[in-house]
């Protein structure tokens, strides 16, 4: 079932700016992933944060998780052209079963 | 990183004939797969879990027996959608979990997607 929020629903901003997207969640959950997916193609895994951490990165990607606010934004900085896709959080429960956000397309202009 | 692989990644049938998909982990082993469809600009829509020698689990409204899974090995699953009508044309995705992180992992690796397109 659907259980996450996100938004916006669309972003469009120009090369070189960051963007930021948020996701809302319902229930408890172990951790939470962010997934990349361009039109028409599978999911690509960006990262994973675990309930007990707070903020996490990876190269141009920041992550931040409030479990309190059930709550998690991912941020990409000096966004390229190429970061042009749809980006969904997942969360994983006690079920460990992913359960995706409505998801944020992003779209970055050169 | 892990790799999933799905095939076919297109397929298009007639009405009434029935679709195999094919799901593998190609370097870890994943007792545990699971089956999506998504339809266009939409989310992924869980369709059931897929475990290793033993039936799967179907998500509330997914027919059970229209979309037939099996888990044979642990580096195979496949999803057959029987008796295809067009409204089961979407893109189904697999994925498979790598838990071999340790516990509070559970990492999913997706397949690259099937479009299914009944006429």
């Known amino acids: ?110 | 990183g892990a790799v999933v692989s799905q095939h076919p990644s297109r397929v298009i049938c007639k009405s009434g004939t029935s679709v195999k998909i094919e799901c593998r982990s190609l370097d870890f082993q994943a007792t545990t797969m699971f089956w999506y469809r998504q339809f266009p600009k939409q989310s992924l829509m869980l369709m059931a879990t897929s475990n290793e020698g033993s039936k799967a689990t179907y998500e509330q409204g997914v027919e059970k027996d229209k979309f037939l899974i099996n888990h044979a090995s642990l580096t195979l699953s496949t999803l057959t959608v029987t008796s295809a009508h067009p409204e089961d044309s979407s893109f189904y995705i697999c994925s498979a979990r790598d838990t071999s992180g340790g516990a509070g992992t559970d990492t999913q690796y997706f397949g690259p997607g099937t479009r299914l397109t009944v006429l």
């Open chain 1, 1 to 110: 079932s659907q259980q996450g929020e996100e938004d916006p629903q669309a972003l469009s901003i120009q090369e070189g700016e960051n963007a930021t997207m948020n996701c809302s969640y319902k229930t408890s959950i172990n951790n939470l992933q962010w997934y990349r997916q361009n039109s028409g193609r599978g999911l690509v895994h960006l990262i994973l944060i675990r309930s007990n951490e707070r903020e996490k990165h990876s190269g141009r990607l920041r992550v931040t998780l409030d479990t309190s606010k059930k709550s998690s934004s991912l941020l990409i900085t000096a966004s390229r052209a190429a970061d042009t896709a749809s980006y969904f959080c997942a969360t994983s429960g006690s079920a460990r079963q992913l359960t995706f956000g409505s998801g944020t397309q992003l779209t970055v202009l050169p």
